[in-house]
Nanobody, 124 residues
């Protein structure tokens, strides 16, 4: 059974940083696409960052390029999202996703497995 469990969310002031972590069981993150998404109330789920090999360049959504960094720890089977220079518009529920089914790594319809999410709130 595949399980993805996000952690690290919370409340932070604008300009601050947070690090999210996704612990994966029943599925190896090594050599497989893993991604982070977010969804704010009333908005569509947005692809933020995705990566497959630690040595390759990740893919980032335009809204987070230069501010967010995705990384994997194949030993711990985790995927992290380091977020910096946070803005109030970054407020959302953040999700980890696994098992890419089509060649669009930032497409929320392209993943089979999802975590329950972790809330990030950025105040001005």
């Amino acid at each position: 059974q595949v399980q993805l469990v996000e952690s690290g969310g919370g409340s932070v002031q604008a300009g601050g940083s947070l690090k999210l972590s996704c612990a994966v069981s029943g599925y190896s993150v090594s050599d497989r696409w893993m991604a982070w998404f977010r969804q704010a109330p009333g908005k569509e789920r947005e692809g933020l960052a995705a990566m497959i090999y630690s040595g390759d360049l990740p893919v980032y959504g335009d809204s987070v390029k230069g501010r967010f960094t995705i990384s994997k720890d194949n030993t711990k089977n985790t995927v992290d999202l380091q977020m910096s220079s946070l803005k109030p518009e970054d407020t959302a529920m953040y999700y980890c996703a696994a098992d890419l089914t089509r060649a669009r790594p930032l497409d929320p319809n392209a993943y089979n497995f999802w975590g329950q999410g972790t809330q990030v709130t950025v105040s001005s």
